[in-house]
């Protein structure tokens, strides 16, 4: 598409990006087909196209309006789109940009000013968010219905295996996964174990970014990048193997480290290296598949499960396939689900800010899922994990935990 | 009505229209410029022009409510269906009301009995095909993109099944239009054929809103045949495929689609659609249908043919996904040519010939393109006569617009002496509007007469279609 930049924008880091990206859409709209908005709103605003011409039009430096804030609020960040855009549009940066100029551009109320900044600081804020989450806890009773929901019941962890082995795997453990889930890292720290791996957590790492990035908060996001980098440096000259991530939704962010702080002359090297270490823990599983393949209980009779790939992992990721063929690979039986490539509406904090959206997304992602009676449903990012338990008639869990579950029992010694 | 009557309304009386439509619409009314500005052009020339309002209506008293207000007004009103016309047809140049019919998408009913159905305008094909499954039929026209029924019957589409199933001319029964004044009339039936006085129908179909709105289609359907085979050759020269195409068409041999993908188009769709097995060359796709015993004589004779023209091994596609996948690559070949080249926009000619002058047109294009330095793929439904060449530029390049404009007047020109048309399926829009006096003469007299006749204050579309 032609564009003509604004002047604020022309000569940046952003404004490159966003011109090439621009330049690469042909308006064919095979991506309004794929996107959960649209098809929930039908509007072509609420579509990929639509929202790459409200961007182009900021970027051209047309006032920002509160339509513009509207329709890119409504956004998902799910990219699916781009999974079926066969021009290779980076739809999910282009958005990023979008955020970072509307959320200078437009004025939104104190009221919603104020709710995005508790979210931000609330949410990434590992003790803040464990301290509200016992607080909820203990007045469940007591809370109206549709905030007890969002309140999940703790499942505490079990234990830790002891730093042993050789070979070292950093961890992401991230600001709302260690409270509200603490069980799937031990999990996988257990799983890795087994594998001769110690999975390290290295002191002063946190929130990944996600959320401030998504919520406009760039500079916020950046920080938070930095400050992981400090807490795994030390690791990283050490040799250690890998940088882990149980999490889709952050996975997909520190990956993107090196192309955060490109910019920043004292990060931008350490960023891509760090980048270059991120793993899901998919990755890890299946590049050590040979090892766990002897050691899993073929014998623990069937169990029907779900796979909902979190779109962090099929779309951000690029992840297709590989969580279910370990799923089937260790056993299990995996019932079909229908639009398998649809956001089930969590999407970092839209659950929140765009609750009716989000409802109607996880009622059909639900019912997709639970069409094939399954007696589990797996996935593999926090925020779907609690925004579809909420709802959902049987458990749901992180496919770590399934997975580690279904390893045989170790001969005590 | 000259030009000098074609006059931007006044500002203040859009206004007054606008506030209106706004306040009977609601949030079916939109001012938004995202919203204008994506209803300002269809694919092609970006040379956009924005409508001052776009409003949704739902019912053929809606649409007549809203013409009639805009008759008594005297303010433009463009029909949109979903902006996919390549001749700057929706374009409001002279600022309106654009008529957005995409909340129009019934299928009305389905007679399978007959073989027809009857559609709100704003049904896709697509959607179409979609609501058809079960019934055993479908709706052949295809032309690239999903366009709607009522933007395709106002155009006049047809695509690449046209050669076995005609286009939108033989294939529209009857429609349902408003008319300038607010009117809304039915015309044509359900009967096969009819001599009951002048054909509206085939007035309204392809006069692109300049008549009318249309609002409703009935439709001729088909059997979904008993047996589809696709198959891809290649030729190592141009030549060679087009030769084995007229030759086919003179042999009489009943092929459903049969289209070319010159070497350019062709490297463009492997990489686009992500095709593989096939090397950038000259290229045939042919789709046969009927019984299984037809389909293996109608291919049998067509592989004797281009074997004469040096053809490769016809690669077939008889699983229904592999077809798919194949005529979806066709099907984006506009899109496949623009990711070419990241940014630059694309014209796109639409030449149509008699078939024995095939050759010689589409040979004497390749050359004039060769000498222009431009990139340019040429793709066409050849079994019509019909090619098109999707000709690159720079925007913001001058030289170059202006060589790929002499390059697109040139390939008018020779279809029309060869005895052809500047454009077999696109229409006119306002990019063909001197191509039409060209190709036709003292006609165009006639054509202003009827605009004026159904259309006295020129509301409708204006500025498209016929030459003021």
């Known amino acids: 598409m032609e564009t003509h930049l604004a002047d604020f924008i022309r000569d940046t880091a952003d404004g490159r990006d966003a011109e090439s990206i621009l330049r690469a859409c ?174 390290v957590r290295a002191s002063g790492s946190g929130c990944c970014g996600a959320l401030s ?166 996935t593999a990012n926090i925020g779907c994990l609690i925004h579809l338990a909420s709802a959902a008639t049987c458990p749901v869990r992180h496919w770590v935990e399934i997975f580690e579950g279904r390893l045989r029992d170790l001969p005590r010694s | 009505m000259d030009a000098k009557t074609i006059v931007r309304p006044d500002p203040d009386v859009v206004a007054r229209v606008v506030a209106r439509i706004c306040g009977d619409y609601g949030e079916r009314a939109v001012t938004t410029r995202a919203v204008r500005e994506h209803h300002s052009h269809g694919e092609g020339l970006a040379d956009a022009a924005l409508p001052d309002v776009v409003v949704f209506p739902r019912s053929n008293e809606e649409v007549a409510a809203l013409v009639r207000l805009c008759h008594l007004s005297r303010v433009p009103v463009i029909a949109f269906g979903v902006g996919t016309s390549l001749e700057g047809h929706v374009a409001a140049l002279y600022g309106g009301v654009c008529i957005d019919l995409s909340q129009m998408n019934r299928v009305l009913e389905i007679n399978a009995e007959d073989l027809d159905c009857r559609v709100q305008a704003g049904v896709t094909r697509e959607q179409l095909n979609a609501e058809l499954k079960g019934t055993g039929l479908f709706f052949p026209i295809d032309p690239g993109a999903n366009a709607t029924i009522g933007g395709m019957a106002s155009t006049r589409a047809s695509g690449t099944n046209a050669v076995r199933y005609g286009t939108m001319r033989e294939n529209v029964m009857g429609l349902t239009v408003v008319t300038a004044d607010g009117r809304v009339v039915t015309t044509g039936g359900r009967a096969r054929k009819s001599s009951a006085g002048y054909d509206l129908t085939r007035l309204f179909v392809g006069a692109e809103g300049t008549l009318g709105v249309i609002t409703e289609i009935q439709l001729r359907l088909y059997g979904v045949p008993e047996a589809i085979a696709s198959a891809v050759c290649q030729y190592p020269d141009l030549a060679g495929a087009v030769n084995t195409v007229i030759a086919a068409m003179q042999t009489g041999i009943p092929v459903a689609r049969i289209e070319l993908l010159d070497d350019v188009q062709m490297d463009a769709c492997i990489r686009y659609s992500k095709l593989e097995g096939y090397r950038a060359l000259p290229t045939l796709f042919f789709e046969f249908h009927g019984t299984e015993a037809g389909v293996r004589e109608q291919s049998a004779t067509m592989r004797a043919i281009s074997d004469e023209f040096g053809g ?110 500047c454009t077999g399926e696109h229409g006119i829009g306002w990019h063909k509007l001197d191509l039409l006096a060209q190709e036709h003469g003292e006609a165009v007299d006639l054509m202003r007469s009827i605009k004026r006749a159904l259309d006295p204050h020129g509301i409708m579309n204006p500025g498209k279609t016929v030459p003021s």
């Not at chain 1, 149980?246 to 002359?265: E, I, N």
């Open chain 1, 26 to 199: 042909v308006h064919c709209g095979f991506c309004t087909a794929t996107c959960p908005t649209y098809q929930l709103l039908g509007d072509e605003l609420d579509g990929p196209r639509g929202r790459i011409y409200l961007i182009k039009q900021m970027l051209e430096g047309e006032p920002v309006t509160a339509t513009t804030a509207l329709h890119l609020d409504r956004c998902l960040g799910c990219r699916s789109c781009e999974t079926t855009c066969p021009s290779g549009v980076r739809f999910g940066r282009l958005l990023d940009i979008g955020h970072r100029v509307a959320e200078q551009k437009i004025e939104r109320t104190v009221g919603v000013r104020v709710r995005r900044w508790l979210l931000r600081k609330g949410l990434t804020h590992r003790r803040w968010f464990g301290l509200a989450l016992a607080a909820g806890r203990i007045a469940r009773p007591l809370l109206p219905r549709s905030l007890a929901a969002k309140v999940p019941a703790s499942r505490p962890a079990k234990r830790w295996p002891p730093p042993r082995h050789e070979r070292r795997m950093l961890l992401l453990e991230g600001c709302v996964q260690p409270a509200l889930a603490p069980g799937i890292d031990a999990a996988l720290a257990r799983a890795l174990d087994r594998v001769d791996i110690t999975l």
């Open chain 1, 213 to 378: 990035d998504h919520l406009g908060a760039h500079d916020e996001a950046l920080g938070y990048a930095r400050a992981n980098i400090d807490a795994w440096w030390p690791h990283v000259e050490r040799g250690v193997e890998a940088i882990v991530v149980s999490a889709s939704g952050c996975g997909v962010v520190v990956k993107a480290y090196g192309h955060l702080l490109r910019d920043d002359p004292v990060y931008a090297d350490k960023a891509r290296r760090v980048a270059a270490l991120a793993r899901d823990s998919v990755e890890v599983i299946a590049a050590e598949w040979k090892r766990f393949a002897p050691q899993v209980a073929m014998d623990h009779g069937p169990q029907r499960v779900a796979f909902h790939s979190p779109c962090t992992l099929q779309h951000g990721q690029r992840l297709v396939g590989d969580v279910e063929e370990i799923l089937e690979a260790i056993g299990l039986e995996l019932t079909p689900v229908a639009d398998s490539h649809l956001c089930c509406g969590s999407a970092g904090t839209y659950s929140i800010l765009q609750p009716e959206l989000a409802g109607e997304l996880k009622a059909n992602k639900l019912a997709a899922l639970e069409a094939g009676a399954p007696d589990v449903i797996a």
């Open chain 2, 312 to 421: 490769s091994e016809f690669q077939w596609a008889t699983l229904a996904e592999d077809r798919t996948r194949l005529w979806k690559a066709r099907h984006a070949a506009y899109y496949a040519t623009l990711a070419l080249k990241p940014g630059t926009t694309a014209l796109a000619t639409d030449a149509c010939v008699p078939i024995s002058r095939l050759a010689d047109c589409i040979l004497e294009t390749k050359a004039d393109i060769e000498k222009s330095g431009l990139t340019v793929t040429i793709v066409g439904h050849v079994g019509d006569g019909n090619f098109h060449l999707v000709v690159l530029y720079e925007p913001g390049d001058a030289g170059q617009r202006e060589r790929a404009d002499a390059l697109a007047r040139a390939v008018s020109m020779r279809a029309i002496a060869m005895g052809g048309t």
